[in-house]
């Protein structure tokens, strides 16, 4: 299993009066023997033969060309599976109904039988996934992990079934999921992935899947520790605003508390490979004395019910300006980070929608955070969206004519942030 | 003070009196141990929250409360001089120290040191000087010398020679063990006080009140010069940097003396940067004080200049003591 470490980065001095305390708390896990075994490892590729896949031809090509890849990334003895989706599920490989363990032979088997895949009939993806938790449950104690590769909408089945099934899945496994071409929901696929604490992206060049595939899996098998979860203690009288991961990418967490006593939620996070993560956290207290010190909350790391690292978010509080006023650095960036991320959905949706001004207003905004904070990557997909006059100010004009890929891609990944340069607590 | 705690002298164990200051058999200095602010034995301050809610880290697991422990805090009162030392609210230690105690006849002994914590072992620094410097004092009072001045001289060399042998390894971008010393010899309504660094003591008396030492400090040099206004040189980053100080790389120059004889009756502060970062100038330590119910205590007094330090932000260690000059005797001055 991995070291953690959890430091927090906070201003904890208050102004009096002031209710609400701020804390970004870095976590990176590190050490870890990777997957030390690989048989502690369950994989299964999810892949959409709806109809629509075979038009152009070349994206169900392209899919199960991918797919061949994911399946020679999966080292030897993991348990694996490959699931074909449209309007049910069905187990392409093993047949049997169960997860077989990797090796050249049934690696083999498995790429014969995606060959053999054809395009057919409508979309139904909560019949995909509960397949596949049905697969994964026949083998306990593993880290779970599946690819999502899906070409349209989820047609033939109402919202409430889908997250009844999500419901069934989460905490099950983790599931990264794939769009593929530009017929598909940016936010439908990001509900999924974030309930199955995976990431949402776009595949716009068929031919690019492979890549991708071999990164997901890799990145899959590199876990070393399952079932981590935040544990966030507040005092009596306090309440949680919200709990968000901000790095490396956006996902609010603050719904997804399971509560432990009055005082404690747990929060999942899945599983950890060597990596770092962060975590805004907004705490509302009840204010107290000039001088007087809180612990406002109390941040815990468990791999399972082990406590492995914590970190206090304290509040004090001040008449002192020179203390209060102080702005966090980390703070301050990720607060820039989740309005950068805000900014571009709904930006998005009001040049949608016709609304030209908003989405000019929105997507100026957007321009200005993405170049202040040196989000280079977003700032390149702004500006397949946008022509930028003066990013400063966030002065911008709507393109006229906008490919539907880039539009996607930019709305896939506005929650992807950038790191502020570490110091030390 | 626990005088109850003082039973037997530490040399020959003879039975001591509470009010004992010297072993009557062998004339051993009664060292007074700092009375310690226990934590309320109800559990929480603030929620009253039974005790076994008070988690390791000190803090209440119902409300959040930071409980204030023994270590944050060091007060000794007796009574006519009384002192307060404080880890404040940032520090995770406290690198004051306070040497408080009442010899001779009428004596009054106090000595602050303030650890500088860029260097190695402050804490141990301040707290080795501070009762070096004190026992020389002590024992010139004790003795009844007639020359407070060179006393105060010798037990600052004693300091010195304290910190020197506060045992350190170095470590990269540290400094030797060191630390800044005020010091303060009250007889008879004569104050003697010696300095080295920016530890400052205070003369509160209504419209006498003023600051009777000049922080060795580059700020202080730049006014004194007449190079910068405080305004300036307060705002300037080397503001805070002291320009003498207690320890192995200290520079040899002989500490600042001042000696007063009050005519009316008043109090003598002693504190650490801790105080007057909040409260520079002796107006503003003399508006606090005035501000107090009269017959407020030393003790009272100095809780509420450390209040005021730990309410502005506690920035730093704070410590402060307090003696009241009641009754200068003006047939000895």
Known sequence: MSTFTADTYQNEYLPLGATEVNAVVTVTSSDGAIAANSADAAEIVIVDVSGSMSAPRAKLRAAKDATAVAIDCIRDDVMFGVIAGSMTATPVYPASGTLVAASASTREEAKQAVARLKAADGTAIGTWLALANQLFSTSPDTICHAILLTDGQNEHETPEDLERVLADCEGSFQCDCRGVGTDWEVSELRSIASALLGTVDIIAEPSNMAADFQSMIEQAMGKATNNVSLRLWTPQGANVAYVKQVAPTIEDLTIRATPVDALTGDYPTGAWGQESRDYHLCIHVQPRDAGEEMLAGRFSLLVGEALVSQALIRAVWTDDEQLSTRINREVAHYTGQAELAEVIQEGLEARKSGDEETATYKLGRAVQLASASGNDGTMKLLSSVVDVDDAATGTVRLKRSVDDADEMALDTRSTKTVRVQKHEP | ?333
Do not use: F
């Open chain 2, 1 to 333: 003070m626990s005088s109850e705690a003082i039973l037997a002298c530490r040399t020959c164990q003879a039975q001591l009196l509470p009010d004992d200051r010297y072993c009557e058999q062998c004339g051993t200095r009664v060292t007074v141990e700092p009375a310690e602010e226990l934590p309320a034995e109800g559990g929480c301050s603030a929620c009253k929250a039974p005790a076994e809610e008070i988690g390791a880290d000190g803090y209440c697991s119902r409300c959040g409360i930071r409980q204030r422990t023994p270590h944050d805090r060091q007060e000794i009162d007796l009574v006519l001089a009384a002192g307060v030392s404080d880890r404040g609210r940032v520090h995770r230690r406290n690198e004051d120290a306070l040497h408080l105690e009442t010899t001779g006849e009428n004596g009054i002994v106090v000595v602050v040191c303030d650890g500088i914590s860029s260097s190695v072992s402050p804490d141990v620094a301040a707290r080795s000087a501070a009762d070096a410097a004190g026992g020389v004092l002590a024992d010139a009072l004790h003795r009844k010398s007639n020359a407070l001045s060179d006393e105060t001289t010798n037990a600052i060399h004693a300091a010195q020679q304290a910190v020197l042998g506060v045992p350190w390894t170095p470590h990269p971008g540290r400094d030797s063990p060191s630390c800044t010393l005020v010091s303060a010899a009250c007889r008879d309504g004569e104050l003697v006080i010696g300095w080295v660094g920016d530890s400052r003591a205070y003369w509160i008396a209504g419209q006498d009140s003023r600051q009777l030492t000049v922080d060795d400090s580059w700020t202080q040099e730049q006014i004194t010069a007449g190079l910068m206004s405080a305004a300036q040189a307060g705002s300037d980053p080397r503001a805070h940097e002291i320009t003498r100080w207690l320890g192995a790389d200290a520079p040899e120059e002989e500490p600042q003396l001042v000696t007063i004889r009050p005519a009316e009756p008043g109090r003598l502060v002693l504190c650490s940067d801790g105080l007057w970062n909040y409260a520079p100038n002796a107006t503003d330590i003399a508006t606090l004080l005035d501000a107090l119910p009269s017959g407020t205590t030393a003790l009272a007094a100095a809780h509420s200049l450390t209040d005021t330090a730990l309410a502005k932000g506690g920035r730093d260690n704070i410590t402060v003591a307090i003696v009241d000059i009641q009754t200068p005797r003006r047939e000895h001055a």
